[in-house]
């Protein structure tokens, strides 16, 4: 089992910026991409942002490409997505992913994500 905690969400302004993180704990010698996904107010939840087990290789959506970036520091065990120039339709909770596949192929498909956090709220006024 792994345990993924989210913290780092909260309200601010459309331009600003945001930085939410994830501690992860317990058999992460099973882990490769690590993922962030967002779900919206009456939006199915998709994919942001992954990145592989030693960081080498980071996955977005199209959407967030040039704005936002992921990070990891295995040695702590956190992964980060650094926000930038937030948009008010990026409002959502942000949930935290650990996948036991590895490569391009599973690091945007949810469904290849056992481990998930409790999430964190993000609110973009606009």
């Keep these: ?14 331009g600003d910026s945001l930085r ?3 501690a992860f704990s317990g058999r ?18 998709e994919f942001a942002a992954a990145i592989s087990w030693g ?3 980071t996955y977005y959506v199209d959407s967030v ?5 992921i990070s990891r520091d295995n040695a702590k065990n956190t992964v980060s997505l650094q926000m930038n ?6 409002t959502a909770v942000y949930y935290c992913a650990a996948s036991t596949f590895r490569g391009r192929l599973y690091a945007r498909d ?3 994500y056992a481990y998930w ?8 006024s606009s």
Excluded at 28 to 45: A, H, L, S, V
Excluded at 117 to 124: E, I, L, S
Aim: proline content about 2%; glycine content about 18%.
């Design 1 to 14: 089992q792994v345990q993924l905690v989210e913290s780092g969400g909260g309200l601010v302004q459309a």
């Design 20 to 22: 939410v993180s994830c």
């Design 28 to 45: 992460t010698i099973d882990i490769y991409n690590m993922g962030w996904f967002r779900q919206g107010p009456g939006k199915e939840r």
């Design 55 to 57: 960081g080498g290789t």
């Design 65 to 69: 490409k040039g704005r936002f970036t």
């Design 85 to 90: 120039s937030l948009k008010h339709e990026e």
């Design 110 to 112: 949810k469904s290849k």
């Design 117 to 124: 956090g409790q999430g964190t709220q993000v609110t973009v």
